[in-house]
């Protein structure tokens, strides 16, 4: 946990200090992030959901929202979308407390969530004049990448967003220096499937949704590709280990989980208003989650997928495609089947998130077909991502206790 | 000729006949004939055409089903429209539908494809990606393989082969057919007494579910009538609805504008029908790219298409400006992130032109209009009003 905060303070304080360092600043998304390539140009990412996330942990989204709403966006939509508006409007002071600098570049690099569009159809009216690059990700509608769909997008790479990268960058391609940025991007992606696979084990030593979006930050957040993330990740695997041997539970903010009770699989986002809050719900019951569809938003790595460094754009853009929310729904709803059964869940937990669309359109239907193929028990909760007054809590604990004895009574019933 | 208010009263039953009865007698008058369910905004209905096949516009079950299980399928903070269509499905409507494609137009309809597949509906259930990328030979050619996936589910049910003389042939109907919407759009900006925008919205709604044959004729006729002296002018301004492509408005929304003192001269309520701004080459060796080039070149702004050459505000403007609209009424569905995350941009759009507008937001089955028809009647007051004042409301 501490290197990873090292990591990502160092992250905005080279952010901070690019008028000294001249390093030009891409503004982009999380699902689909061409991180490897930015970095090939030496250029820095600003993750603006990664801000509103971290405004809502800080409690400050909601005043961010309300300007928003000020400035005329309905209640109705995507609080991401309206905390970032709102805090861009509020002087873009980013979370360590220091402005983060206007954007060089607005890559459009959007993976399975449409809003992602109308969301940089706003930045480019609040930052008239920079650059534009838009990548289409191609929807695995039919569950498959087409040779076409890859072909689309390498056209995209290299007639669209390289050029852009190269005119804004002043430095020219360099596809060597992508191919050694992927090598370690790959290596990276093995050890964090590792790390999740370790929920295997009773305890399960980590938990992979409430602690797991820690983990996936580095490899998220620009990171993917570095050396340093390499390192943090084999650290990590190593500190798991150590815990399954000695058959120590996840780590929560109170300390090590005692008694391991329930094994959830979580599909949907977390709240971070009340993120601790919403967490102690969870462990002071003895419920760990052993695997979460949002860690996968980044990258779904549970089929095999690596970049692979000797086709740079071709990976790039088999990854774009490849992450969660680009999935159809019987696809996801495989992977989720497969996450149930292989991590051993007790339970499945729906949290639906109001302004989320790309996941909570269809989450009703994934988990009636979960419940029917594998009889599971299942929950239902409703948060939002960082819009406060969409969190209540004696609903969300009223409706997991229920949850939480329903799994009880069936762990009963099997166990006689 | 037949009148108009007979052929309204047929395309109003069209319209909303939640059973499409008209296009399975259709289907069932010959063998090999395919029926292709499609949600909004925009497919190119010429390549079904072309192959033996009716594209039928599933456009929701507005306030004409009771919704029962598609509220089990849908949160409580997602757009209404997805709720119907599920419910169609699961009920009998859409037996006899032999594919269904769901254009890129926000992520519920996206992810609704997929709940389609998960249930089994139809042959083939197709998300049409359409492209975000507006050069021919990127996005152009990736549509252009998009539209042959199409062809290739259909061949597989019924055999038909596509050829160029077909397309063209199809491509000419659907030209001439947005040909005639345009003259009636144009006639009835200049005389929108003579025809209501409730009428408009049942003829136009009617062609999404009839061959383009029949629409073109009854689009003829209606022609005809709207160029005679009929009805009676009234002291309403002209405005614009933007907002509504995709989740319709309910009737009486549209009734209730109109009786507030409006004449809706343009609208986006059925904006697939007249996407492609002029005619697609009818004459080409490739009716395919051609298809794609117009789709590329000739869109119309929209929530669903990404606008960075185009800004969708002063598309927006110039509409007014043609139109010679007194304003805009932005009249989007509730929890509609494409239309509510455009809304400030196009306001602002309006605001730093000094058009004036008004926003509102309604559900398919919305039943309620009296605060609605309030808000529109002050709109429309203020602006008679106090004319020269170039205020926003």
């Known amino acids: 946990m501490i290197i990873q905060k090292e990591m990502i303070a160092g992250l905005f304080k080279d952010l901070a200090s690019v008028k000294e360092s001249g390093k030009k600043v891409v503004y982009t998304f999380i699902p689909g992030n061409l991180s490897e390539l930015i970095r090939s140009f030496d250029m820095l990412p600003v993750y603006p959901e990664i801000n509103a996330l971290q405004s809502g942990m800080r409690k400050k989204s909601g005043e961010f929202i309300r300007e928003a709403e000020r400035h005329g966006h309905s209640e109705d939509v995507c609080t991401y979308v309206k905390c970032d508006v709102g805090m861009m409007i509020k002087g873009n002071i980013g979370p360590t407390g220091e402005k983060l600098p206007d954007p060089d570049l607005l890559l459009l690099s959007y993976t399975g969530c449409f809003t992602f569009m109308k969301w940089f159809e706003t930045l480019e009216r609040l930052y008239p004049g920079v650059p534009v690059a838009l990548i289409q990700s191609p929807y695995q509608e039919d569950a498959t990448i087409t040779p076409e769909m890859t072909e689309y997008m390498v056209k995209q790479l290299k007639e669209e967003v390289i050029p852009k990268m190269e005119e804004v960058s002043g430095q020219k391609f360099d596809e060597e220096k992508l191919k050694g940025i992927l090598k370690l991007s790959a290596e990276a992606e093995d050890w964090i499937v590792k790390i999740f696979d370790s929920t295997k084990h009773r305890p399960s030593p980590i938990d992979a949704y409430f602690a797991g979006v820690y983990y996936i930050g580095p490899i998220n957040i620009g990171f993917r590709g570095t050396q340093e993330a390499v390192d943090y990740y084999k650290e990590l695997y190593k500190e798991v280990q150590e815990r399954i041997a000695k058959g120590l539970g996840p780590i929560t903010p109170e300390g090590v989980m005692k008694e391991e009770k329930f094994r959830l699989v979580v599909e949907g986002p977390p709240n971070w208003t009340s993120f601790r809050e919403f967490w102690k719900l969870f462990y002071d019951r003895g419920a760990v989650i052993v695997a979460s569809s949002y860690t996968k938003v980044g990258g779904v790595y549970d089929y095999g997928f690596r970049h692979d460094s000797e086709h740079p754009l071709e990976t790039l853009a088999e990854y774009c495609m490849n992450c969660y929310t680009n999935l159809n729904l019987p696809q996801r709803i495989n992977l989720l089947e497969k996450c149930i059964t292989e991590y051993h869940a007790d339970g499945y937990l729906t949290n639906s998130i109001k302004s989320c669309n790309s996941f909570a359109a269809g989450q009703l239907m994934m988990m009636r077909e979960l419940e029917e193929r594998l009889e599971i028990p299942v929950g239902f909760i409703e948060t939002d991502l960082v819009d406060p007054r969409y969190f209540s809590y004696s609903n969300i604990k009223n409706r997991l206790e229920s949850f939480f004895e329903m799994l009880e009574q069936r762990l009963l019933i099997e166990q006689d | ?393």
Not at chain 2, 66 to 80: E, F, L, R, T
Not at chain 2, 137 to 147: N, P, S, V
Not at chain 2, 349 to 373: L, M, P, W
């Open chain 2, 1 to 393: 000729m037949k009148s108009l208010e007979s052929i309204v009263e047929r395309c109003t039953e069209l319209a909303f006949d939640l059973n499409f009865t008209h296009a399975k007698e259709w289907k069932a008058e010959e063998e090999g004939r395919v029926l292709v369910g499609y949600m909004p905004v925009y497919i190119p209905r010429e390549i079904i055409h072309a192959v033996n096949g009716l594209a039928v516009g599933i456009m929701g079950a507005g306030d004409r089903k009771q919704i029962i299980k598609g509220d089990a399928y849908y949160q409580s903070y997602i757009c209404h429209i997805p709720r119907g269509i599920i419910e169609m499905a699961l009920d009998d409507n859409l037996n006899d539908f032999d594919g269904f494609i769901f254009p890129a137009i926000c992520d519920v309809i996206r992810n609704l494809s997929g709940m389609f597949k998960v249930i089994q509906k139809g042959t083939f259930v197709k998300y049409l990606d359409l492209p975000q990328n507006f050069q021919s030979h990127i996005g152009g050619e990736f549509y252009h393989k998009e539209m042959e996936h199409i062809l290739e589910y259909i061949e597989k049910i019924n055999g038909a082969r596509v050829t160029t003389e077909k397309l063209n042939h199809s491509i000419e109907l659907f030209n001439h057919n947005r040909r005639l919407l345009e003259m009636i759009y144009d006639l009835r900006q200049k005389y929108p007494w003579r025809m209501t925008n409730v009428d408009l919205y049942h003829i136009v709604r009617a062609g999404q579910v009839i061959p383009v044959e029949e629409h073109n004729e009854i689009l003829e006729a209606v022609h005809d009538h709207l160029q005679k002296d009929i009805g009676v002018k009234q002291d309403r301004i002209k405005v614009v609805v933007s907002g509504s492509f995709c989740e319709q408005p309910p009737v009486g929304l549209i009734k209730s504008i109109e009786m507030a003192g409006c004449y809706v001269v343009d609208d986006d309520f059925m904006i697939g029908s007249r996407w492609i701004q002029g005619d697609v080459d009818d004459a080409s060796g490739n009716p395919l790219k051609a298809l794609a080039e117009a789709y590329i070149s000739r869109s119309p702004f929209s929530s669903s298409v990404y606008d960075v050459d185009n800004p969708k505000e002063g598309r927006l403007a110039d509409l007014v400006k043609k139109r010679k609209a007194d304003g805009v009424i932005f009249a989007a569905p509730s929890f509609c992130d494409p239309a509510l995350l455009d809304s400030p941009i196009l306001q602002k759009g309006c605001d730093d032109r000094k058009i004036r507008y008004i926003g509102i937001q309604y559900s398919e089955n919305t039943g309620q209009f009296k605060v609605i028809k309030e808000q529109v009647g002050a709109f429309s007051d203020s602006i008679k009003l106090w004319e020269d004042e170039p205020v926003a409301v």
